[in-house]
């Protein structure tokens, strides 16, 4: 996170916005949890488990929607035969 999402305040690392107190730790946990799951994506293509891919990718992007989330997702969607998904994430990309 690098700006409070409710003022724009610059984030200073901690779980409270220092300029209006908007409660942060939860945004925070999301951020976390996604970026887990995007390492586990990761790590079941390597180990070329790519149902295990699929799920982690698709739970990354369902927490938090970035490019690189994006790609994995599409990746492990083309690898699980799951085309209509890939497409989806394509014609989106613009949105």
Request: net charge positive; glycine share 6%; proline share 2%.
């Amino acid at each position: 996170m690098e700006r409070c999402p409710t003022c724009k305040a610059k984030y200073n690392g901690k779980s409270v916005c220092y300029r209006c107190g908007t409660e942060l730790g939860l945004l925070l946990k999301i951020e976390k949890d996604a970026a887990m799951h995007l390492d586990k994506a990761k790590q079941a293509f390597l180990e070329k488990d790519f149902e295990k891919m699929f799920f982690h990718a698709r739970r990354a992007w369902s927490l938090r929607q970035l490019p690189e989330g994006r790609k994995m997702l599409a990746c492990a969607a083309m690898l699980t035969w799951r085309f209509e998904t890939a497409i989806k994430l394509h014609h989106d990309q613009g949105s």
